[in-house]
């Protein structure tokens, strides 16, 4: 069986900026994948080149066997593919259902029917008790479990996490961490995940690419990769060289 998505030699410049050079790797069924590098990598451009926010200069973006070079973010989605960004932006005049249902009538016949899924959506993510309330008033840990909410009320079958984490204290990480290994069982069949704090990494995922300056260093379970000298060397510092812990 091919894998969910396979990138092949893709290729991204904006004017003379090389933003991703020659990136090829797939994600699988049931797999969790987590990009990492430093600042400028090209980690995020990877993300809005797979969604359709922007398009490959050359290479190929398959989706379950479909090459998606070139659809805009409504068809990916349709396809199945659905993703947070790094800075959430709710609706602030709507209240959480209202912006899940957003999601939900990708699909959805009706209202009624949006808010059905809608409801699902929140109970699976323990924010049921907050869907009356307004988005404006949700504090950072819960808008961003709404923008997770947002994405799966599209029906979303691969999940991109474009550093979900960020802003968040440990405990409210941990409870991140606890619902996002439980996504299989609302539909989610695969995850990619833009990330920085390396204990979610090696908590989450099964394996993990590493990007510098473009281009892929270094792929592996996220064991290897955290000793590799060329990954220390470019991202996560000398801590690593003597098999440092994670943070």
């Known amino acids: 069986m091919a894998p969910l998505l396979q990138l092949k030699h893709v290729v991204k410049r904006f004017g003379g900026l090389l933003a991703t050079n020659d990136v090829s790797f797939d994600v699988e069924e049931g797999e969790v994948v987590f990009i990492i590098g430093p600042n400028g990598a090209g980690k995020t451009t990877l993300f809005n080149l797979i969604s359709g926010y922007v398009t490959a200069d050359s290479g190929e973006i398959l989706y379950q066997g479909q090459n998606i070079v070139g659809l805009k973010p409504y068809q990916t989605t349709r396809l199945g593919i659905g993703r947070t ?19 939900s009538f990708l699909h959805a016949r009706s209202r009624a029917e949006a808010g059905k899924k809608a409801d699902e959506v929140l109970g699976f993510l323990g924010l049921d008790r907050r869907a009356d309330q307004l988005a404006s008033g949700l504090p950072l840990a819960q808008r961003k479990l709404l923008e997770v909410a947002r994405a799966l009320a599209t029906g979303a079958k691969l999940l991109l996490l474009d550093e979900v984490m960020a802003g968040l204290n440990p405990t409210e990480s941990a409870e991140v961490v606890t619902l ?48 590799d000298p060329r990954v220390v060397e470019a991202y996560l510092g000398s801590k690593y060289q003597k098999g440092g812990a994670p943070p």
């Open 180 to 227: 996002l290994r439980k996504l299989k069982d609302f539909g989610v069949t695969a995850v990619g995940g833009v990330e920085h704090i390396m204990r979610v990494v090696m908590a989450l995922a099964s394996r993990v690419v590493v990007m510098d300056q473009g281009g892929k260093l270094a792929e592996g379970s996220p064991q290897a990769v955290v000793h």
């Open 85 to 103: 960004f790094q800075i959430v932006k709710p609706l602030p005049s709507l209240t959480v259902r209202e912006n899940v249902m957003l999601g």
